[in-house]
């Protein structure tokens, strides 16, 4: 079956540094992925999407890029700040054609040490 | 624009009760999905309503089920609650499915004893 995999072990980083978080997808190829935060109690927000035939897409600080060879894509955040430290979320249409369905991943906690 | 809004918050139930939450979506948003959330399963799709149609559903029970208004609120109803159904439930507003951005409420704590 279709599955959108995350490390999850938690990253801890310094103030300053770039965190990358990975997103692995196997046993399809995801038109598109969709990357996430959630901080505790709270639900997602979205923040970035990027399309198979997109290598890379940005937003501020933060970067995304979608590898069809690798069948990844990685999620990086810029000069990373305390306040980025959240859960992020990976996700992706189930591969079956339905429209409505998303599946996520388990979720990378992201600490931004000062 | 006001979001996505989810009542109740918090909920407490015993075994073998049922338990209606319900989801006002973002005007204009016609999608409504439900999402389970549990620390070892993360966030699980139950199922997808768009112009009061169920238009696709995830591999839960049938104890779980759902409507939409033609006002685009959403509610689900789980029944013969079991301990497993404590949870955190989410629903997701967008214009059209799941290429779309989707607009996340707080979530209904559901905590079954």
């Known amino acids: 079956s279709q599955k959108i995999e995350q490390n999850s072990e938690a990253l801890n980083i310094q103030e300053g540094k770039t965190a990358t978080l990975t997103c692995n997808y196997t046993?399809?190829?995801?038109?598109?992925l969709q990357w996430y935060r959630q901080d505790p109690g709270r639900g997602p927000v979205f923040l970035l999407l990027?399309?198979?035939?997109?290598k890379e897409k940005r937003k501020e600080r933060l970067k995304v890029t979608f590898d069809t060879t690798l069948k990844q894509s990685l999620f990086h955040i810029t000069a990373s700040q305390p306040a980025d430290s959240a859960t992020y979320l990976c996700?992706?249409?189930?591969?079956?054609?339905?429209?409505?369905?998303?599946?996520f991943g388990q979720g990378t906690t992201l600490q931004v040490k000062p | 624009k006001a979001g996505v809004t989810q009542t109740p918050r918090y909920l407490i139930k015993t075994r073998g009760q049922q338990v209606t939450l319900s989801c006002s979506p973002i005007?204009?948003?016609?999608?409504v999905s439900w999402y389970q959330q549990t620390p070892g399963q993360g966030l699980q799709f139950l199922f997808e309503?768009?112009?009061?149609?169920?238009?696709n559903k995830g591999n839960f029970p049938g104890r779980f089920s759902g409507r939409q208004f033609s006002n685009s609120r959403s509610e689900m109803n789980v029944s013969t609650l079991e301990l497993g159904d404590s949870a955190l439930y989410l629903c997701?507003?967008?214009?059209?499915?799941?290429?779309?951005?989707?607009?996340f409420g707080p979530g209904t704590r559901l905590t079954v004893t």
């Open positions: 005007s204009g948003h016609r999608s």
């Open positions: 996700a992706g249409p189930d591969g079956s054609g339905n429209t409505g369905k998303l599946i």
């Open positions: 997701a507003s967008s214009l059209d499915g799941a290429f779309y951005e989707q607009y």
């Open positions: 046993n399809y190829s995801p038109a598109y």
């Open positions: 309503y768009f112009s009061e149609t169920q238009r």
């Open positions: 990027i399309r198979e035939n997109e």
